[in-house]
Structure formats: structure tokens, C-alpha cells
């Protein structure tokens, strides 16, 4: 029975699938209140993040913990590509943290009165065209709180990452639309936060990266900081092959954004960390710092920031070889940022930022497990399709004679479960848009974080067609002729 096995096999590859997805969505655990919790000591830290970084086996891994105006424990553990140790200073990519970056560029700019938050967009920054009306009453609030009606599934993120320039890719959106009316719904969509940074550029008079580097960065100390690679330079990132790191460069689309370009380091995160606590050199104003962390009433997210349930906000990103989360506790004032060189299906920040908010709260870890299930059940499944692939061939002549005299349509049912490996490789960007919520994966991103789950589905659906091909060829040299009902 080895369709009977191979569509089992299917389901598992559905549920692991679902399951990926499902894990690039978890948030950081739910707060347990305690009365003065006794504080992290570095030492009890340092272990925790020690025993981590050795059972998920990412290559490198730094993070920082800060509390009021006081960096608790910064450090690094691992290597990077180069084969160098990874410290609390290694430059690494931050990904969609970056958006809060973002916001505050713009949030200073409205404190020096050059951006008007509840002013519309058009009026701001002119050359923004859409093929939709709507685009004239997209406030620049509505940019940084997500409810700009911008999303992945009416605009053409592929062209999009063609740009050469912050100008050319604001002009390629000429022939996007909304998909909702402004500030009615909550869309994640990083064109939200590449539009504001082309709008720190108009409204300061200066690259992007420049008025990072002068208003942010200099100002707080981040001297490992930058927006581009030719000024800090990170090694090439990860990714996991089923289990496997193996170093690859990051793709060279347009960089430099306002959604994900920003790279630093965990001791540089830390004095960020301290100032978004409102704790030392402060960018803006409390009342400045209060907007940009408050949600927008439409969603969960403020401007560049995400508050949980618990009333904690933070913020978590990934490219294709990078990850990286941070995590601000009002309440308390402290601050955790997490980041790792290793981009793919499980996402160790996650895991670490969970252990590191336990420890904030007197609370104790979950002991530091194995992260790579997913990817030897990955490997496990690509060996069984492969397994199963041949069997099936090899056994299409007997299975064919087992099918003699049978009704057509009976016999079709049991082929057509063999394609279905196929038609979900084949639909994979938009299972992966399905599990995200709209996120767009175009395949070259597909092939990098989610490698393993691409060449198992590849296997898959190639035994699954090798098997239907082998049983349709042994049916017509039987020249079975069934009955139509």
C-alpha cells in the first residue's frame, strides 16, 4: 500500500510545514507578575545564553540585558563565518528592528518640526504615486503604525527589490494599491517603513544612513553602527541545512532601507535599549518617546514598536542570513536584545529572548533544549519521500496488475494523491503568505531561511510524479481496460 503510506507521508509534510510557518509568527512568553523579583545576576545570564548557544548550535549568537541606565550582561558567544569569536561588539544585520530605527529618525523630525505625523504623505513627499487614490490620505503616522492600507498582496515586493535608489523605488509603486482604506486596518508590509525613510531623506536633506549616523547613532555612543555595509561590515550569515550551518552571502537586492537595513551590535543595542527605557541620552521628548511605543487602537503595533499583552514592547526581525529581537519592559525598565548569525526555520532569538524575560522576572528558564528538530525532521521526511519514491517505482508493475478490471475513477483517486507534493512546492510562496498573515516570500528568499523545508517538498514532489509516471507507464502496458463505474 505505498500510496496508503505516501499520504501519510503528505500530511506530515503539510503539519511540519504549517508548523514552520506557524513558529515564524510566536512571540516572546507571557508575563507571570511578580512582587520585586529578585534581578538577574551576569553570571546566572551568562549561562543561561552559554548552555543555549551550545544546544541550538547556531553558529554565533551575542546578546545584551540592560536595566535603567546600566547595561546588566553583554556578550557573545560562537563564531562568525570568518572563523573570528563572536563578541557583544560583532557587527551583525538586525533585519526588521531596523523599523524602529526608522520611526525615530522620523519622530525626531517631527519634534524639529520638518514632518508633520498627522499630515498626509503626498504632501510631505510629493513623488509618491500609486494607482490608487487613496494614496493622498495615507498619513505619516499611518507609515509607521502599519495602517497605512500599504500590504505584500497589492503591491509588487519582487519589482520592488530591483530598486537602485530610495527615489526609484518609491517611483516603482506607480502601479500599486491599497488594499484597505487608510488607518482602518493593521497590514506588516516593509514598504510602510522603505516610504518613510525616502521621507527622513526629503525632509532632512541628507542620505538616510547620514541622518542615522548624526541623530541617532553618534548622538547614543553606537560606534559599531550604520545602515550600510560599506561603512560596518558584518560577515556573511547562515543558513540551516538540516542542521548544517553553512555560510552564505546575503542576496544583493536594495539595501540601505528604512524596513531592514540597519546593522550594529549587541553592545550598541544595549545603549539603544537604554534610551527607548527612557533611561540616559534621550532622542526626543517622553512624550515623543510614549507615542512611538503606544499602539495604534487598530492593531497591536505603535510607530516601529509592538506591545504585547503584558504591556512589554518589542520588536523581532529576520533577513535571509541574520535574526534578531529586541525587548523593552516599561514597568521595569529592563531591556533585552538578541542576535544571531544564523537565519532559517527556528529562530533562536525567540528561544533566548523567552529565557532572558524569565530571568528579569525571578522566574527560571526552560533548560536550554536541542532547536534543530524541525530540521532533522525535515532530513527525516526527505529520506523517507526518496525512500518511497523508489519503492513506488519499482513496484508500479505489481500495483498496476493489482488494479486489473478496476473502475477508472477508483484508480484515479489513488493517483491523484501523488501530485500533491508538487502542487504544494509549486503554491509554497503562497502557503507561506497563507501562514504569516500576507507576508510576501518570494522563491530566492524561500531557498535561503527555508531551504530544508524547499528540498524536502522538491524531493517529495519528484517521488510522488516519479511513482505517478511509473504506475500510469505498467498500466498502459497492461492495457487495462476498467469499467466507468
Known sequence: MEHTRLTRHIAAVLLV??????????????????????????????????????????????????????????????????????????????????????????????EDGRIDLDGTVTDQLPELRMADPRVDRITVR??????????????????????????????????DTLATDPGTAYHYCNVNFDIAARLVEVASGQEFGDFLTERVFEPLGMSASATR?????????????????????????????????????????????????????????????????????VGDYGLGW??????????????????????????TGYGIAVLTNGGGLTDVTRTALDGLVALTRGETPEPSAGTRTLDLGLAGLLLVSAALGVAGVLRAPRWAARRAGRARWRTGLRLVWLVLPAVVLALLPQLGAFLT????????????????????????ALAGLGVLGARLRALLRRGRVGSAT
Open 17 to 110: 510545514v504549517a508548523t514552520a510557518g506557524a513558529g515564524l509568527c510566536a512571540g516572546p512568553a507571557a508575563h507571570a507578575a511578580a512582587a520585586s523579583p529578585p534581578a538577574p545576576t551576569p553570571e546566572a545570564i551568562d549561562t543561561y545564553l552559554a548552555d543555549l548557544h551550545e544546544a541550538s548550535g547556531v553558529p554565533g549568537l551575542s546578546a545584551v540585558v540592560t536595566h535603567g541606565d546600566e547595561v546588566v550582561h553583554a556578550a557573545g558567544y560562537g563564531h562568525d563565518s570568518t572563523g573570528e569569536p563572536v563578541t557583544a561588539g560583532t557587527p551583525m544585520r538586525i533585519a526588521s528592528v531596523s523599523k524602529s530605527f526608522t520611526a525615530m529618525a522620523v519622530t525626531i523630525l517631527a
Open 142 to 175: 499611518q507609515l509607521l503604525d502599519q495602517t497605512s492600507g500599504l500590504a505584500d498582496t497589492t503591491v509588487d515586493v519582487a519589482d520592488l527589490a530591483e530598486a537602485t535608489s530610495r527615489t526609484d523605488y518609491v517611483a516603482r509603486l506607480h502601479d
Open 229 to 297: 555595509d560599506d561603512v560596518v561590515r558584518p560577515a556573511d550569515g547562515y543558513n540551516s541545512l538540516f542542521g548544517w550551518w553553512v555560510p552564505r552571502a546575503e542576496p544583493r537586492w536594495f539595501d540601505d532601507t528604512g524596513s531592514a537595513g540597519v546593522i550594529t551590535s549587541a553592545a550598541d543595542m544595549g545603549r539603544w535599549l537604554i534610551s527607548q527605557t527612557g533611561n540616559g541620552h534621550q532622542l526626543v521628548s517622553s512624550a515623543g518617546l510614549d507615542a512611538m511605543h503606544a499602539p495604534s487602537g
Open 306 to 331: 509592538q506591545t504585547k499583552d503584558d504591556g512589554t514592547r518589542w520588536h523581532s526581525g529576520f533577513v535571509m542570513t541574520y535574526r534578531a529581537v529586541e525587548w523593552i519592559d516599561p514597568a
Open 437 to 460: 498573515g500576507g507576508r510576501t516570500f518570494p522563491w530566492p528568499s524561500l531557498t535561503y531561511f527555508a531551504l530544508p523545508a524547499v528540498l524536502m517538498l522538491l524531493v517529495a
